[in-house]
């Protein structure tokens, strides 16, 4: 494993479980939120963003955590393994719910200085409706990456650790 990508929903430990595995595996780290989103919430622009995903992909090591399913070919075209934290959503809501009190006002470790911490029901909603929204095509997507790619889905924390556990064996 040299080039992992982590997806799922917002707080469904994208992050988190990325630093475990860089701390196992000894490597790189990206968080694309961190370089998606400017000061002040500003939204990197589109063809800016392509070019941005395309060089990271390019590296030859890497486990890079996010969404933005507009860049997702992109990402698992480069990528050795593809983990898809497919959590329950009441655990997602849950999570950041947590996270935006963790961080109040607060820029957390995985964002750009200068997006604190937020919370708004536009974002609720989007979790909420994350697995009616982008699963199926996710799904899609990890069905057709299966033969040529380590495709491995979690569902539970317990899947999580599991998980952790055989790659630091291995």
């Known amino acids: 494993m040299n080039r992992i990508l982590v997806i799922g929903s917002a707080g469904a430990g994208k992050s988190t479980l990325s630093q475990k595995l860089s701390q196992i595996l000894d ?5 694309l939120d961190k370089y998606f989103w400017h000061p002040n919430w500003i939204p990197t622009p589109d063809d800016e963003w392509d070019k941005t995903v395309e060089q990271f992909s390019k590296q030859e090591k890497w486990i890079m955590d996010g969404n ?3 860049t997702i ?3 698992m075209k480069r990528a050795d393994t593809i ?3 497919d959590m329950p959503m009441l655990l997602c809501i849950y999570r950041v719910i947590k996270r935006r009190i963790k961080y109040n006002n607060r820029t957390r470790p995985d964002m750009n200085e200068g ?3 937020k919370l708004d029901w536009e974002f609720l909603k989007w979790v909420w409706n994350y697995k009616k929204r ?3 095509k996710i799904m899609n997507k990890l069905d057709q990456a299966k033969d040529q ?3 491995i889905i979690v569902k539970t924390r317990k899947q999580v650790n599991e998980l952790l556990g055989q790659i630091n064996k291995a």
């Open 68 to 70: 933005y399913s507009r």
């Open 115 to 117: 997006c604190p911490e």
């Open 73 to 75: 070919d992109i990402r």
């Open 149 to 151: 790619k380590r495709v």
């Open 27 to 31: 490597l790189p780290v990206i968080h």
């Open 83 to 85: 983990i898809f934290l």
């Open 134 to 136: 982008s699963r199926s």
